[in-house]
């Protein structure tokens, strides 16, 4: 019986360090038309990192219907580096595709967290 209040109190106390980052968020998106169908993007991010085991691993550029178009891959946690920004430059985006929306990823949720929707310049 001892150990059962034992595995129970220590799973009530890991669980919460475990899942306090919740989903990546996207809080900002800039695009720059570098050539005709190639874009620039700069996302900015939001993620409350706790470590290796737990990061903002990749955003994306996606269709409207859900295709991916590119992905940006972020190698390692920002812990003490929150909101962050990265880049993303050579995105081809089709001459016919007019908006694109952006979504993060995140190790332990994956996707869920906020999205953007852009309209791309011209």
Not at 28 to 35: E, L, M, R, Y
Not at 52 to 70: F, P, R
Not at 97 to 113: F, M, N, P
């Amino acid at each position: 019986m001892k150990r059962l209040f034992l595995l129970v109190g220590l799973f009530l106390f890991v669980l919460p360090l475990t899942v306090t980052a919740g989903e990546a968020d996207v809080l900002k998106v800039k695009i720059k038309k570098s050539h005709q169908d190639t874009y620039t993007f700069n996302v900015t991010v939001l993620h409350e990192d706790s470590g290796w085991d737990h990061y903002a691993n990749k955003w994306e550029v996606l269709t409207l219907d859900g295709k991916v178009l590119a992905e940006r891959i972020l190698l390692h946690p920002h812990v003490n580096e929150q909101p962050f920004t990265r880049s993303l430059s050579g995105v081809k985006i089709p001459q016919d595709i007019k908006s694109v929306k952006v979504r993060a990823h995140d190790l332990v949720h994956e996707y869920g967290g906020k999205v953007i929707v852009v309209i791309l310049p011209k």
